[in-house]
């Protein structure tokens, strides 16, 4: 099929790689003609892995960006795949891909052709039918059901393993309501169900619950994280084993055993983004979402704990501490929302002076806090330490033990149960 997506973020950067290594011919629209290049040059402007090669291999054949929307007009089938920001009250900024959509309708305007327009950015319910698809119309004096459809079809990849979860995904879903739409959805991702064995569910429903589906997935695995971090801040101060006990719960199928891992809680550009949006949305209607804002509390208040831990053992005013990870998760450079950053703050208000490590993310954490120390190394951050206060779980601060022995005070507070105790250092376990 001819496939075009719009936005070479990375979500839109990923599908189309993805897209044209199922066998379809991709053009991926951006404005930013440095991307743009960059794409056709055979390299992706973000880094995943496996999207090197596969953006190597495809780029230029049955793979080409532009920033011309008329680019597209020969293909069937355009996903949106534009950021959607935050407002001040959490709330959902919609503007990009409204003007993007009101783009696409003044290009489709030239063709005659019934074109398909999915959503796959992450919108409140309503926003495809209310705001993209009246923008379209609006673009190009189009109507609706005449000269296009819209469909919603959200996405469900993680940083760090995007390439490997759009070829094994639990599930995929169409948001349709029209035949057209549901089946043109279907001919784009039958290469990839075909090839999964049969093993992804699809799920065929209706646009509202398509938008929806996204927010209550992100919303569930937060509060999930949330939910233990709480039942491990209570087992902490009981001296019970929090991760035993989730091991256990974890048994139960009702429950799983993913995302139990208590902690410093969650970070990254999507939890906090989506569950306050769709908090704000439900208030927009009168509603008073008690559990999500909790959930939010909740992860709030782990970097707090983390610090107050650190306060029993040691006075760090005037002494060195060591922030070891500063990414929101291992295994990429992303710190939007990361738990290091207001771990950073509360150490900076203590007037501690803070040297921080990251294998990867250290440069854009500079770009926030330009005045910290950062280490080339795990040994080098905790070495003459009076604390260290572990973060994100890479493996090589993980495997850090020895080098705790150089610290001034040999306090070691783990967010990530990635260290194990032993004598000669004062340990604590943020919950457990
Ligand atoms: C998340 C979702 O998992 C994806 O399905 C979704 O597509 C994506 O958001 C999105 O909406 O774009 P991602 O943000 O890449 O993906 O990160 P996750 O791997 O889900 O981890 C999120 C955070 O939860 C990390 O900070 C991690 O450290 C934390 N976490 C996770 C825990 O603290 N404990 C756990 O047991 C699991």
Known sequence: MRVSIVGSGYVGTTIAACFADLGHEVVNIDIDESIVEQLNAGTPPIHEPGLADLVSTHAGDRLTASTDYEDLL?????FLALPTPSNEDGSNDTSIIEAAAETLGATLAATSDRH????????????????????VEAGGDLTRGEDFEVAMNPEFLREGTAVEDFRHPDKIVFGTDTAFAGDRLNAVFDPL????????AVVETGIREAEMIKYANNAFLASKVSLINELGNICKAYDVDSYEVADAIGLDDRIGARFLRSGLGWGGSCFLKDVSAIAAAGRAKGYDP????????VNDRQPVQLLSLMDRHVDVAGERVAVLGLSFKPGTDDIRNARSIPVIEGLLERDATVVAYDPVASDRMREQFPD???????????DGA??????????????LDDAFDTMATPVVVDGRRAIDRRDGIIYEGLTW
């Open 372 to 382: 910290i120390e950062y280490a080339d190394s795990p040994e080098a951050a905790v």
């Open 290 to 297: 008690v559990m999500l804002d909790a959930a939010v509390t």
């Open 74 to 78: 020969d293909t069937e089938v355009t």
């Open 193 to 200: 169900v075909d090839a999964s064995n049969a093993d992804t």
């Open 116 to 135: 398909l327009v999915v959503v796959k950015s992450t919108v409140v319910p309503g926003t495809t039918e209310t705001v993209v698809a009246p923008a």
């Open 386 to 399: 009076a604390a260290a206060l572990v973060v994100t779980e890479w493996d090589e601060i993980a495997a």
